[in-house]
């Protein structure tokens, strides 16, 4: 700010978060400089960091301080989430789209474990949550209309939606955050002694998938009915 600023009684703004990628300052943590720009265009911040989609890491301005807009308090829409604008590029008349996605803005989430060979492909079709806090996040959408963040959920009660890749990622190259829930099976087992007092196993069983098929299938001699709940 210099002598004038501080003659005027104004005081630099301290910058709380940066982008992961660019080092930009961003008002909320964990933002790539895409998300940055994306925020922007969103909610028409009047002093911009970037003047086009940031294609390379690029050293930010700080010659004037920028104002945080006011966070939107109604729930983020697909339309919001997905709307475009149009700007021509310098000297000519031709137009490029610029994509604004939605990212939720308040909460920052641990990172994932580094080891995640072990996790099982994500079914998008079915109940998923996060692998780090095993929040269930609710998928609004799958078909959004941003060549990469096509996947928009909300994450636990949050009303701001998260984006993610398909393969349930926050960032293109960064690591998964979705999972499947694991789903509940029950089987009902029917208990029997073995005739062979020789043979190797002193009981024998039948699985059901009910109880009453468990009763219905039932031989004279059963000791008893044993459900069985696992996860898959």
Do not use: W
């Amino acid at each position: 700010m210099g002598i004038l600023g501080t003659l005027l009684g104004r005081r630099e703004p301290v910058v709380e978060f940066r982008t992961v990628d660019g080092g930009h300052p961003a008002p909320f943590p964990d933002m790539t400089d895409e998300q940055l720009y994306n925020y922007e265009v969103t909610f028409n911040v009047p002093k911009r960091t970037f003047k086009e989609p940031p294609r390379s890491v690029r050293p930010p301005d700080n010659r004037q301080p920028r104002k945080e807009p006011p966070l939107r308090k109604e729930p983020f829409t697909e339309t919001v989430a997905q709307k475009t604008q149009e700007r021509p590029p310098h000297g000519t008349h031709e137009t490029h789209p610029h994509t604004a996605t939605a990212h939720r803005p308040t909460r920052s989430m641990p990172p994932p474990p580094t080891e995640q060979k072990d996790l099982p492909p994500l079914d998008l079709a079915k109940p998923v949550r996060l692998v780090t806090t095993k929040q269930p996040v609710e998928i609004i959408t799958t078909r959004a209309r941003h060549p990469v963040y096509k996947v928009h959920g909300y994450i636990g009660d949050d009303d701001v939606v998260t984006v993610f890749t398909l393969e349930g990622q926050l960032s293109e190259n960064g690591p998964r955050y979705l999972e499947n829930i694991p789903q509940k099976q029950q089987l009902f087992l029917n208990v029997y002694p073995n005739p062979d007092v020789h043979g190797a196993e002193k009981y024998l069983l039948t699985q059901h998938a009910s109880r009453e098929q468990a009763d219905m299938a039932a031989k004279p001699g059963r000791i008893t009915c044993a459900p069985l709940q696992f996860d898959t």
